[in-house]
C-alpha cells in the first residue's frame, strides 16, 4: 500500500509525441510534481520496461509517476483516469473530468484532485470543442476537490487560472 502523497502543482503526461523529451522534461519538474505514465501506443512489455526506466528517474528526481490504464502490480504512486477506472487504486488517485457531472464523479470516487479539460485547443484532439477560461472557471468553481487545468496549457496560460495547478503534454515537454 503507497502512503498518500499530496496534490501535485504541476504534472507532465507522457504520450508517444514526447517520449523522446520524457528525461529532458521530467529532469526539469519542480520536486512534488508527477508524471501521469499513459503509452498506450506500446505493446505490454515494452510499456512496462519504459516504465520502470522512467519510474527509477522520477524517484531520484522527486517527481510521483501515477499510471493510467492497465497496470496492476506496478509501483507506481496512484492512478490517473476516469473517475470509475479508479477503483480501489492506491495511492494518489487524479481523475479526468469534462462537464459537472463527471465532477460529481470524482467525488464520488474519493479522486483527490481533478484533471479538467479541454481549457484550450490542443493538439492531441485538434478541432475538438473546449471548455474555454470562462467556463472552465465556472466548473471549477463548483468542484468539491482540487482541480488541475489540462488542455493546451503553457505556463502562462496557468497562471491567469486560479486553481490548483496545471498539467500538460505538450507545454511541458
Not at 95 to 118: D, Q
Request: glycine letters at 10%.
Amino acid at each position: 500500500m503507497h502512503r498518500c502523497h499530496p496534490v501535485p502543482r504541476t504534472i507532465l503526461l507522457s504520450d508517444a509525441r514526447n517520449d523522446d523529451r520524457l528525461e529532458s522534461a521530467i529532469s526539469r519538474l519542480p520536486r512534488g510534481s508527477a508524471l501521469v505514465f499513459r503509452h498506450y501506443h506500446l505493446p505490454p512489455a515494452a510499456r512496462r520496461a519504459r516504465f520502470e526506466a522512467l519510474r527509477r528517474l522520477c524517484k531520484r528526481r522527486g517527481v510521483l509517476i501515477l499510471t493510467a490504464g492497465e497496470a496492476r502490480g506496478w509501483r507506481s504512486d496512484g492512478q490517473y483516469g476516469a473517475p470509475m477506472s479508479l477503483g480501489r487504486a492506491s495511492g494518489l488517485r487524479l481523475a479526468t473530468a469534462h462537464s459537472l457531472a463527471e465532477i460529481g464523479a470524482a467525488a464520488r470516487a474519493r479522486a483527490a484532485a481533478i484533471l479538467l479539460s479541454p481549457v484550450f485547443p490542443t493538439r492531441s484532439h485538434p478541432g475538438a470543442a473546449v471548455l474555454g477560461p470562462l467556463r472552465f472557471l465556472n466548473l471549477a468553481r463548483r468542484s468539491p476537490l482540487p482541480i488541475i487545468a489540462l488542455g493546451g496549457m503553457t505556463k502562462a496560460r496557468a497562471g491567469r487560472l486560479p486553481v490548483w495547478g496545471w498539467a500538460a503534454i505538450d507545454g511541458l515537454a
